[in-house]
């Protein structure tokens, strides 16, 4: 983690932030600790009982989806920051 990772100055830029190994390994590691709260808190009972439906396995799927979102959104936000503060003032 030496290296530094890239920032977001345009919607191209967008990719390479979210693949950094830097950012991914992090929001990857959101994703699988909320995500897995989630999924016990809400469908791991329903899967168990064994009521689980095809609904339920697409809720599962979001509950993984949406801290990925998330996470990433916030990467690309803080990157984008970061860039936008590191920019030399205008008419200099």
């Not at 339920?56 to 979102?69: C, D, G, I, Q, R």
């Amino acid at each position: 983690m030496n290296e530094a990772a890239p920032a977001s100055s345009t919607f191209r830029d967008l990719m390479t932030v979210v693949i950094a190994p830097a950012h991914l390994k992090r929001t990857v590691s959101v994703t699988l600790i909320v995500g897995s709260a989630f999924f016990v808190m809400n469908q791991l009972g329903i899967i168990l009982d064994g009521r689980a439906t095809a609904l339920v396995w697409f809720k599962v799927a979001l509950t993984y989806l949406t801290p990925l979102v998330v996470s990433n959104f916030g990467v690309v936000s803080a990157t984008r920051q970061s860039c936008v503060r590191s920019a030399p003032p205008a008419g200099r």
